[in-house]
Each structure stands twice: as C-alpha cells, then as structure tokens.
C-alpha cells in the first residue's frame, strides 16, 4: 500500500514541475514583450492667457448680507371664507387699503351652496302651499257640515273632528311662517 502511495506523489510532483515549466517561459515573453514599448507622454496644450493694461480708477464696493425686512406696519390675512384661490389681486409689496379685493376665490363651491339654499327655500314654500290648501279644505269642510250638525244630519262626531283638524292644519301653517 505504501508503494502505491509513493509513486502517485511522484507523479503529481512531475506534472507539477512540468506545469512550471511552461508558466515560467510564458511569463518571461510577456514581460519582455511589454519592456519594448516606449511610451511618450504627449505635450502639454499651450495656455491661452489673457492680458488686460492696468489702470488705476476708482471701484464701487458691494457688499452682501444675510436678513431678513419687517414693515413697520404688518398685516396678517386671514381668510374669513374657504375655498380655491384663483387670483392674486395685488402684488407682494404693495399698499392696500381696508376692504381692497386682495384674492378672487372660486365661485363655484358658494354657488352650489346658494342654489341649494334656493332649492329648501322653494320645498318649504311648496309645503307652506300644501300647508294652507289642507287648512282651506278643512275650513270648507268644516262649513259645509256646520249647518247640517244643526239640524243632527251628521252624526259621529264629525262637526267636531273637522273643526279640530282645521285647527292643526292652521296651527302647521303658523309653524310653517316660523
């Protein structure tokens, strides 16, 4: 076992001496190879370098500095409404005076809110109307059963239920003026 043991390691270490033996010639042409190039290094571009004559004159000096301006009068909008702005009325610096348009919102949102206003205050006249013809009936009503509860035609209790129920209706419209 020990013999065959030995002659795999012979065998590794010559195809390993034979492996350098190619790697180290390859290695020298290519480092000859790359000392044979000259490299130059390329000119440097000529500046362009302007020339101005010296004068003596005198010079304005600015200076710069980091703040910030207050007014002496400062005003803080508030908006007493809300809604999207469309315009800007005035320009940023300018005066303005008490009850000057400073901003154009846009109409359309109070528009709807007036329309809709418009809309209840028509349901509530209609059942104001409603309202006063039931009373009306009741009052007809009421007067046509009249002359004949005198005489006992109408039994019941029907005068009676027809005078209150033209009470309530009168008593819904004076609600409905509230």
Known sequence: MRGKNLAGTRSARR??????????PLLLVLSLAGCRQEHKAAAP??????????????????REWVGVLDGSVNAVIRPQVSGYLLRQQYREGDLVRKGQVLFEIDPRTFQAAVNQARAALDQAKGDLARQEAMALTARADLARVRPLAAKNAVGGGGPERLRLLAQLRAGQIGRAHV
């Open 45 to 62: 571009a000529v500046p362009v370098v302007e020339v101005v004559r010296v004068a003596q004159r005198d010079v304005p000096l600015y």
């Open 15 to 24: 195809r390993q001496a034979a492996g350098l033996l190619l790697v180290v």
